[in-house]
């Protein structure tokens, strides 16, 4: 991981973002690091609002990569009242030790280089009233820290399922759905739309609902604990979609098996709370 090589890439929309080699998968890659990091987890997920409720506000950004989403959140929460806790995981610091060494080209980095040295050094700092924390470690081993506080917002920002599957499987997100705590109302946020990951995010037991269109893409997908969150849920038209769709089987821990659902997910499915008593009909 210590070996992973970066480049920096030139974005259709005009901006400079950062493309792992191995897999040639770009961070961030329709509208920019900064744009898309407030657009997608920041004002979607309304932590600022949502900060002044909670006494500390937890964040969980898991992915830290080159930190453009941990420092969307920092700017965006420059004034707020409460205390935030930002815990960053990730298994490498390849990245955001590339966006540094590329501040010129990665702007957003540039106000923050000092904390950004200071976390990696020391594995924690504070910038106003956020404490930033980084977790340096495989995301699914800090699941079962009894240490780490619950969440309320999840930025949900690995590599796609194609090159990190580990991160997507129906028993992963089972995991990170206990780790949630109820009575703490929280969201989750992500750049997918496949119908598959949706799936398996109901599967695991949140709800799930549409989220805001980026650049090109016109949709995106959003899961929370309480369905009262979710400003666009999944509807029973989309679970009809699910029923026709080719392609919308989980991915489990056992590989891949792309095609249909079967009958039994299906079933399950449809007894989720969230289409429960609109799916007796179907
Ligand atoms: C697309 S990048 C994240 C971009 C980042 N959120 C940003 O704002 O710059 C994906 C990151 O997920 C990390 N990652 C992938 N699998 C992981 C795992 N199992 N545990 C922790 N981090 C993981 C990778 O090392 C990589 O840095």
């Not at 604990?225 to 400003?231: G, H, P, Q, V």
């Given at each position: 991981m210590s070996s992973e090589r970066f480049e920096l890439i030139t974005l259709k929309s005009g901006h400079t973002s950062l493309r792992l080699?191995?897999?040639r998968e770009t961070f961030h890659p329709v509208i920019g690091p900064e744009a898309e990091a407030r657009a997608l987890h920041v004002v979607q997920q309304r932590i600022v609002e949502r900060s002044q409720?909670?006494?500390?506000f937890i964040i969980w950004d898991v992915g830290?990569?080159?930190a453009a989403n941990a420092v969307a959140a920092i700017d965006a929460l420059a004034d707020v009242r409460n205390d935030v806790e930002l815990h960053s995981f990730d298994h490498t610091l390849a990245p955001l030790r590339f966006a540094c060494d590329h501040s010129e080209h990665l702007v957003y980095i540039q106000p923050h280089r000092a904390a950004i040295d200071e976390l990696m050094q020391k594995g924690q700092v504070k910038i106003g009233r956020v404490h930033w924390y980084l977790h340096r470690a495989d995301f699914r081993d800090s699941?079962?820290?009894?240490d780490l506080p619950a969440p309320h917002a999840i930025f949900y920002d690995p590599y796609s399922a194609t090159s990190n599957p580990e991160m997507w499987t129906l028993e992963h997100f089972t995991k990170l759905r206990q780790a949630l705590d109820d009575t703490r109302p929280c969201l989750l946020t992500n750049y997918t739309r496949s119908t598959a990951v949706r799936s398996t995010w109901l599967l695991a037991g949140f709800y799930v609902g549409i989220g805001v269109g980026i650049g090109e893409k016109d949709q995106t997908t959003i899961a929370a604990?309480?369905?009262?969150?979710?400003?666009r849920p999944l509807s029973l038209d989309w679970l009809k979609q699910v029923a026709a769709s080719q392609n919308s089987n989980p991915l489990r821990e056992a590989g891949a098996i792309y095609g249909p659902m079967n009958a039994a997910d299906f079933e399950r499915l449809r007894q989720h709370p969230q289409f429960h008593m609109r799916s007796l009909c179907l």
């Open positions: 080699l191995s897999n409720d909670y006494q500390p830290l990569g080159a699941l079962s820290r009894s604990n309480e369905l009262s969150l979710l400003e």
